[in-house]
Structure formats: structure tokens, C-alpha cells
């Protein structure tokens, strides 16, 4: 889904291409976005639902952006970025809780809710993942500083002042949340629980084209 079109980008697939792919989906986020408080919503593509579908979209617009100019991504996809934060920030998303220090936590505990989603006989997730998890946190922060790019291109000044209240909070949370005493990142973090576990979900945090972390701290995660 979107996790694969910076690489058709990189590919050679042509604007027209990658925006039929980009309306292909962002055609079903808004569908979500309209139905998801419906009772017996049924999404044509499986997983819309995911916690990260609609950061990794922000992400592929971001790399539309690189590619083919801000312009072009301000005049097809701003609005549309906007409006799946406005989507975040309302609470209407069933899979995702933007808490009081601008993270968003999920409960994986009884479904899986990230790319780790083996589920065992019970229906169960077999490496259940909750709470506040690095990578959708860094996606998420990416696509904040992405979307207030887009914000001042489109000259929306309610959505830029929003955003510059709830990034630094988000950005001084993720290193709060995350950064542990040995320099790594914490995989997720569930009230008092912490999974010290090292897996590559925290290289997004040292990756994307926005990171809370300064260069030192990413050095460290490396």
C-alpha cells in the first residue's frame, strides 16, 4: 500500500502513475474518515483501519513532494493531509488516541495494530505491541513537520499555528517516552511497561526526513 510507493517513486513510475495509486487510497481514507464511526464499516482495501496506513500515506506524499515539487503535492494532497489530522486530533479514529503530550497510543494487546501482526490460535496477537509504539510516533512527528510544510505553502494559518503548538510537544514527548538510559529507543511504551526489546522499528526515528532526535541521539540509536 503507501509503504511501497516511495519505492515505485524511486522506480521510475511517472507522476500520473503514482497519483493513481495516491487517489487509490486516499480515495478509501476518506471513505474511513466519513464511515469509521459507523456501525459495520466495510473498507474495500483490508488493513485501512491500521494505525499507520494514514501516516505512511503522509509519508508517500512527502516523497511525491521531493519528487515531483511541494507545489504539485500542496495542489492535490494539502488538504487532504489536513484533514486526516484534524481526523487524529478528533478522536475519531477507532485505532489510534492522540494523548495529552501530542503521541499517539494504541491498544494492541487483544489485536494486532502494527506491521507485527502474526496472530496465534486465539485470534491473539503473537507479539502484541501497545501503547505508545516508536515507530508510529516517528511517522507521526515526520508527518506533522511534513503537513505544516504544506500548511504554510497553502497559506492556512489556523492549521500552522495548530501545528506549531503540537509538534514541539510531540517532539519533546518522543524523547521522553523513548530514549533510554543506554541510547537506544524503548519499542513501545504501556503505562509503566516498558519492551526494551531491539528491533529495527526504531530506525524510522533516525530515517525519515524528520526526527525529533538530534543528530547525536541518532547516532546513538545507529
Do not use: C, F, M, R
Given at each position: 500500500m503507501a509503504?511501497?510507493?516511495?519505492?515505485?517513486?524511486?522506480?521510475?513510475?511517472t507522476q500520473k502513475e503514482?497519483?493513481?495509486?495516491?487517489?487509490?487510497?486516499?480515495?478509501e481514507i476518506e471513505k474511513m474518515m466519513s464511515e469509521s464511526a459507523e456501525?459495520?464499516?466495510?473498507?474495500?482495501?483490508?488493513?485501512?483501519?491500521?494505525?499507520?496506513?494514514?501516516?505512511?500515506?503522509?509519508?508517500a506524499?512527502?516523497?511525491y513532494a521531493a519528487t515531483f515539487g511541494k507545489n504539485a503535492a500542496k495542489k492535490k494532497y494539502a488538504d487532504k493531509l489536513i484533514r486526516i489530522v484534524d481526523f487524529i486530533k478528533s478522536g475519531k479514529h477507532t485505532n489510534i488516541e492522540?494523548?495529552?503530550?501530542?503521541?499517539?497510543?494504541?491498544h494492541g494487546w487483544e489485536k494486532p495494530m502494527t506491521w507485527m501482526n502474526s496472530v496465534g490460535v486465539d485470534g491473539k496477537p503473537i507479539t502484541p505491541r501497545s501503547g505508545w509504539t516508536v515507530e508510529i510516533n516517528a511517522l507521526w512527528y515526520n508527518a506533522l513537520k511534513f503537513i505544516e510544510e504544506m500548511a504554510v505553502l497553502t497559506n492556512n494559518g489556523d492549521v500552522k499555528n495548530s501545528l506549531q503548538r503540537l509538534i514541539p510537544l510531540a517532539g519533546k514527548a518522543f524523547t521522553e517516552v523513548f530514549l533510554n538510559e543506554h541510547g537506544y529507543l524503548y519499542d513501545y511504551v504501556d503505562g509503566d511497561y516498558v519492551d526494551w526489546s531491539v528491533r529495527p522499528n526504531m530506525i524510522f526515528a533516525v530515517a525519515l526526513d524528520h526526527s525529533p532526535l538530534d543528530s547525536k541521539q541518532k547516532?546513538?540509536?545507529l
Open positions: 509503504i511501497s510507493i516511495p519505492g515505485l517513486i524511486s522506480a521510475g513510475s503514482i497519483d493513481i495509486y495516491l487517489d487509490t487510497i486516499g480515495h456501525k459495520g464499516y466495510d473498507p474495500n482495501i483490508t488493513g485501512i483501519e491500521q494505525p499507520d496506513v494514514v501516516l505512511w500515506y503522509a509519508k506524499i512527502q516523497d492522540l494523548t495529552y503530550n501530542g503521541l499517539l497510543y494504541i547516532k546513538k540509536v
